[in-house]
């Protein structure tokens, strides 16, 4: 990722300008944040209606030939061999000390192929780090140039329906190839139920016409993307987690299969195995501020008595929920809900208290 | 508002309201339209001493916190309370009902040199 070259531009960039978009830097991409409706009505929309966010910076790579299940099973702690066509799984890529470098959904499409969806900012380290575990086997690692879209919210079915647009009855966290590069898969980044779909930009602002076309179907930006998720609970990653942050600590252990905890072939294994062995030395929290005031990424936490104690990673306002909503890392033993702690806002102490994650209740199931 | 009156606007998109020395500020119209929906505005203390360019007041989106700044030396005379249960007010009526602070000017003369609405408006449609 870049912050000083140009910016790649979306090809339906139109669209959104259409759609009165504000636009902003993001990994790299000039990316729509936020449109006419503005953040908290977009956000609000989406848990009550469907939203449609183009997330064409997620970077798809397909991995496809006799070994792909093998370069699979290396690179992340996944049962590979054995996991079903059409499954996709989140999971991670783990350096030597199991910290994350990235955190991903990989489908796999056929018993030789699987679909990797990775991080816009994160992409080219992916890219490396699979193609030097490939090293010696018989697998293509191809990233694809697609238009992604998603659709999400409790109406995101209907309108796909309604719309004409087949799902062939993926149920959540299930995906496959349903036409000529066209990727489908039922998943999001909201809390939500819905849709992602990666497609050649030749077909991309048709299918995205025919989905504005129902009324229930609004463009939705970054901004709120950002809210949607903190809300649902979801890791951001540069701030939830990076490479000093291994999955047990960022409380990610339930994506990992039981026989892979105490080792395994993949990258990272080792250490990770270690970590869940002796427990992490911190722990991934919700954090609630007692008021109004929102507590963002990089305030410091402390004790009642002013003590560092840890380090807020995601906050902002939860729009559904009403109240300003956060995300950091504590010690274990502070990481119980229900713990008063405080954050430091600009020299002032904001009481926050620890709180369970989620903030609002989950529709989507997976 | 009566006829000496005089309202000055900033290039940090602040619209500054004169009457007998006394300053009203707030943000305006452009600034909370980029802005978007804001949640929490933290005000000062009245009574507070602060001095040009000293950043007042923080308004905060969804999204982000951003710094309104004072716009001449002198004391915080009162604040809009009303934002603190409604910062909204700031979207729906920036440059009326969600004004931010007002403030015993030092020396009025700093505002010179700051532009008038015709003058604010045309770096705004500048971009």
Same mark, same amino acid.
């Given at each position: ?202 077909? =991309? !602002?048709? @299918? &995205?016409?025919?989905?504005? #076309?129902?009324? %229930?179907?609004?463009?939705? $930006? +970054? ?45 990272? =294994? !080792?250490? @990770? &195995?270690?970590?869940?062995? #002796?427990?992490? %030395?911190?722990?991934?929290? $919700? +954090? ?54 405080? #954050?430091?806002? %600009? ?20 | ?127």
């Amino acid at each position: 990722m870049s912050d000083t070259g140009p910016l790649r531009e979306l090809p339906l960039r139109h669209m959104h300008e259409e759609a009165g978009a504000r636009f902003a830097p993001f990994a790299g991409w000039s990316m729509p944040v936020s449109y006419s409706l503005g953040v908290m009505k977009e956000h609000l929309h989406t848990r009550e209606q469907a939203g449609l966010f183009d997330i064409s910076h997620m970077r798809l790579i397909r991995i496809s030939g006799p070994d792909a299940a093998t370069l699979v099973a290396r690179a992340s702690p996944l049962e590979a061999e054995s996991q079903a066509i059409g499954a996709s799984k989140y999971t991670f890529l783990l350096n030597e000390d199991a910290g994350i470098i990235d955190d991903l959904i990989v489908t796999r499409l056929a018993a030789d192929r699987f679909m990797v969806v990775a991080n816009a900012s994160r992409a080219a380290i992916d890219e490396a780090q699979l193609r030097c575990l490939a090293s010696g086997l018989n697998v293509q690692i191809e990233p694809l140039d697609r238009v992604f879209l998603a659709l999400q919210g409790p109406q995101a079915a209907e309108v796909m329906k309604d719309s004409g647009i087949e799902t062939h009855g993926l149920t959540f966290m299930h995906g496959l190839e349903t036409g000529d590069g066209w990727f489908l898969t039922r998943s999001g980044y909201t809390g939500e139920d819905g849709f992602e779909i990666a497609l050649p930009a030749s077909d =991309a !602002e048709t @299918l &995205a016409g025919k989905l504005l #076309a129902d009324e %229930r179907v609004e463009w939705i $930006g +970054l901004a709120a993307r950002d809210s949607l998720r903190l809300e649902a609970g979801l890791c951001l990653y540069g701030n939830d987690l990076d490479e000093q942050t291994d999955p047990a600590s960022a409380g990610l252990v339930w994506a990992i299969p039981k026989p892979l905890r105490g080792g395994g072939g993949y990258a990272g =294994a !080792e250490k @990770l &195995a270690e970590i869940i062995s #002796a427990g992490p %030395r911190k722990k991934r929290v $919700g +954090l609630q501020p007692e008021g109004r005031q929102p507590v963002r990424d990089g305030a410091t936490l402390t004790d009642p008595n002013g003590k560092a104690i840890g380090r807020v990673t995601s906050g902002g306002f939860g729009p559904s929920v009403g109240h300003p909503v956060a995300m950091g890392y504590v010690p274990p033993d502070l990481a119980e809900p229900g713990t008063a702690v405080q #954050a430091d806002v %600009r020299g002032k102490p904001v009481a926050m208290k620890i709180v369970k994650l989620p903030f609002i209740t989950k529709r989507s199931k997976g | 508002m009566s006829a000496v009156s005089k309202t000055y606007y900033t290039e940090d998109h602040e619209w500054i309201r004169v009457e007998n020395g006394v300053a009203t500020v707030g943000i305006t119209e452009y600034a909370q339209e980029q802005l978007g929906d804001l949640v929490f505005v933290e005000l000062p203390e009245p009574g507070a001493t602060v001095s040009k360019g000293d950043a007042i007041v923080v308004v905060e989106s969804v999204k982000v916190a951003s710094d309104v700044y004072a716009p001449a030396d002198g004391d915080i005379k009162s604040v809009n309370d009303a934002l603190s249960s409604e910062p909204g007010l700031v979207n729906s009526s920036a440059e009326k009902d969600g004004w931010l602070w007002t403030m015993a000017l030092s020396d009025e003369s700093q505002l010179e040199g700051l532009m008038d609405k015709s003058a604010y408006q045309t770096t705004v449609d500048q971009g």
